[in-house]
């Protein structure tokens, strides 16, 4: 029944003047305003709707991933808008917040409630996940 159906994502935030200089202003997002929503434009059709809720609090997960071609650029942009890297002890990040071990190369940070974003770009090496992922599709689950 929803085969055919255009599906997005929501995120719901607490201050939607916030919201709207955040992702317009800071992120430098393409964004446009509908009945008091905030959409979010981003390549190939796949918008994000923002949405305020009074009771909103910042999501435990990762609600939109940024996949970028030139990490060290983005991060280094969006530090010069005022965006804060997270650093984590449990991972071996640089020292521009950037994550480099297997899979893709990470760097996350918080919007103006919390809510975690990784800005993410597929590492210039194989990761061992893509090969995970290509037996589990072709019905083999393990790395044998």
Known sequence: ??????????????DMMAARAFYSDVLALRTSQEYGLLWLHHPNGR??????????????YTVLNFEVDDIETVVEGLRSRGVQFESYDELQQDPSGVYRQEGPYIAWFKDHQATSFPCCKNADRPSPWREVARRV???????R
């Not at 599709?137 to 790395?143: I, N």
């Open 47 to 60: 918008d994000t709707l923002v949405y305020e809720q009074p009771s909103a609090t910042p999501a435990s």
């Open 1 to 14: 029944m929803l085969t055919d159906s255009k599906a997005y994502s929501g995120i719901a935030v607490n």
């Open 137 to 143: 599709v072709r019905g083999r689950s393990s790395m």
